[in-house]
């Protein structure tokens, strides 16, 4: 049984950084690929950033140069970093691990970003 589970999520001002953690049980995350997403309320959860079974990551355009996405194969952790914030980032986000068919996420955990 995989499990993944999240922290990191908080409130934080405009400018703000925060560092998400996506911990891995049951399997060796270097198996899987997989990412982070967000949701909003009415809306369909995205993608904010990537990463490849062989560690290689990638962000989509709205948080490129303020997110890094990364991977620790001894910790089985996957992190979120998160820096100068937007009003806009607000959502709760998702780490997700997938190998084949097989999906996997995590409880969710919120970020907000508010002056």
């Known amino acids: 049984q995989v499990q993944l589970v999240e922290s990191g999520g908080g409130y934080v001002q405009p400018g703000g950084s925060l560092r998400l953690s996506c911990v891995v049980f049951g399997s060796r995350i270097s198996l899987h690929g997989g990412g982070w997403y967000r949701q909003t309320p009415g809306n369909q959860r995205e993608l904010v950033a990537s990463?490849?079974?062989?560690?290689?990551?990638d962000l989509v355009d709205s948080v490129k140069g303020r997110f890094a996405i990364s991977r620790d194969n001894a910790q089985n952790t996957m992190y979120l970093q998160m820096n100068n914030l937007k009003v806009e980032d607000t959502a709760i986000y998702y780490c997700?691990?997938?190998?084949?068919?097989?999906?996997?996420w995590g409880q969710g955990t919120q970020v907000t970003v508010s002056s």
């Open positions: 990463m490849s079974s062989a560690g290689y990551g």
């Open positions: 997700n691990l997938r190998r084949g068919i097989q999906e996997y």
